[in-house]
């Protein structure tokens, strides 16, 4: 297998918890009228890439920003893409949270983190690992290498995909920031992935469509795996 897909990871635009504070979870909260403006503004820079599936988690947050972003499009909800279930902890204020025994365990530790009556933080790892992997290798097969997809989902399971992506263990994955509205692209290879783009809340994307494959003698073509010694030349339009 040569080439593969590009995955878009968008987050979704910002929540009435976000501004107060609160931690979401699996609530049923809405985008506010920031979250609204962002969508929309993102929604112009993804107009126009030849999308080749657009998933989403099942949260309203996430289905509002794809309507507001991309219109035209009929997301495919995914199970394996919903925010982790922080249990007892969701609609909590997060000041009231940080005072918990748990908060430096998953500050620091979150590999060992499961959530009271929720989920472990490394089941949400594997899962949206597994569900987005899933996803590349059938979009690959159905519509080439060089196919761009999108998924929609949460801050923490976006940090988590980007952490595995980087091949860092799941304990360092709070380095990682996914802000609201924000794109973060990877694309998977037989012998690594690559991290396009993290956190990118600005720009243009087109760089991001992979060029049409030319045809090179084998023995002069570099594996698609490989890392470009010294940087490489960036993405060409």
């Known amino acids: 297998m040569g080439s593969v897909a590009t995955l878009l990871l968008l987050r979704h635009g910002r929540t009435t918890a976000n501004a107060d504070g609160g931690l979401a979870g699996r609530q049923p909260v809405e ?121 929609c989902s949460h801050g923490d399971v976006i940090k988590a995909i980007v952490a595995d992506a980087l091949g860092v263990h799941l304990d360092l994955f709070q380095r990682i920031v996914a802000d609201p509205a924000s794109v973060t692209a990877i694309r998977y290879t037989p012998l690594r992935p690559f991290l396009l783009r993290l956190n990118d809340t600005g720009g243009d994307l087109a760089g991001l469509v992979p060029p049409p494959r030319r045809r090179r003698r084998r023995a002069t073509r570099p594996a698609e795996s490989d890392a470009a010694v010294g940087g490489g030349a960036g993405a060409t339009r």
């Open 31 to 151: 985008l506010d009228d920031t979250g609204r403006a962002q969508a929309t503004a993102v929604g112009e820079r993804l107009r126009g890439l030849p999308l080749a599936a657009v998933v989403t988690s099942p949260l309203v947050r996430c289905r509002q920003t794809l309507e507001l972003a991309l219109p035209q499009a009929a997301p495919t909800v995914d199970e394996g893409l919903i925010e982790c279930g922080y249990g007892s902890w969701e609609g909590q204020p997060l000041k009231k949270l940080a005072k918990e025994p748990l908060w430096p365990v998953v500050q620091q530790h979150p590999s060992a983190v499961v959530f009271p009556d929720g989920e472990a933080m490394a089941a949400m790892a594997a899962r949206a690992v597994a569900t987005v992997r899933s996803w590349d290798a059938r979009i690959t097969a159905e519509h080439g290498p060089e196919a761009v997809w999108l998924a």
